[in-house]
């Protein structure tokens, strides 16, 4: 199942100009996480947020949490051409035998243009 | 630098066919997952690994069985590929813990005829 709905699914911007993701999600969770995935590739880690927090930077990316509305935004500021590549959110689950799994979004694309 | 490789960046198979997809991990991880990225759908859960010899289903087990002998392989078995099979697949590991990283492969783009 679908935890996490990203929106909008496609974003084009000018290089310098701020993108910003949103998540959604359904269940309540312990930590949310980004992913991003530059096209074709496998999915890198960017950063995570646990559910006792409602702000977390690190270096351009911004991402905050809002546990009451269930929902999570990535901010790039300042972005660049090399930020092109499709963003996913990440909700924690548990398996059976309560270890950690993630569940994924659908992804926005972000396309920023030199 | 943790590394995750995948068998094939590319395979081409035909319907029937039994397809092994292996993926390495050499940071002694305990878990071990498979997804399926389709487009529109995100990544999906097709069965993960906590321990040696130790699975679980995911969210669409169906089609596929998994298996793991030793710690740094999991390996991704379709028992007889069919076209709606065709997909990327990737695989991640992670450490046990709350709120841990997974890392991934670079991806196996699964085409099968």
């Known amino acids: 199942s679908q935890q996490g709905e990203e929106d909008p699914q496609a974003l084009s911007i000018q290089e310098g100009e701020n993108a910003t993701m949103n998540c959604s999600y359904k269940?309540?969770?312990?930590?949310l996480q980004w992913y991003r995935q530059n096209s074709g590739r496998g999915l890198v880690h960017l950063i995570l947020?646990?559910?006792?927090?409602r702000e977390k930077h690190s270096g351009r990316l911004r991402v905050t949490l809002d546990t009451s509305k269930k929902s999570s935004s990535l901010l790039i500021t300042a972005s660049r051409a090399a930020d092109t590549a499709s963003y996913f959110c990440?909700?924690?689950?548990?398996?059976?035998?309560?270890?950690?799994?993630?569940?994924f979004g659908t992804g926005t694309r972000l396309t920023i243009i030199p | 630098d943790v590394k995750v490789t995948q068998s094939s960046r590319y395979l081409v198979k035909r319907t029937g066919e039994k397809v092994f997809l292996e993926c390495v991990q050499d940071?002694?991880?305990?878990?071990m997952f498979w997804y399926r990225q389709d487009p529109g759908l995100g990544l999906r859960l097709i069965y993960f690994?906590?321990?040696?010899?130790?699975?679980e289903k995911g969210d669409i087990p169906e089609g596929y069985s998994v298996s793991r002998e030793k710690k740094e392989r999991f390996s991704l078995i379709l028992e007889s590929a069919s076209t709606n099979q065709t997909s990327m697949y990737l695989c991640?590991?992670?450490?046990?813990?709350?709120?841990?990283?997974?890392?991934f492969g670079p991806g196996t783009r699964l085409l099968v005829l």
């Open positions: 991640a590991s992670s450490p046990q813990g709350e709120g841990e990283t997974q890392y």
């Open positions: 940071m002694d991880h305990e878990n």
């Open positions: 990440a909700t924690d689950a548990r398996g059976n035998f309560g270890n950690e799994k993630l569940t």
């Open positions: 690994s906590y321990d040696v010899k130790m699975k």
């Open positions: 269940t309540s969770i312990n930590n």
């Open positions: 947020i646990r559910s006792n927090e």
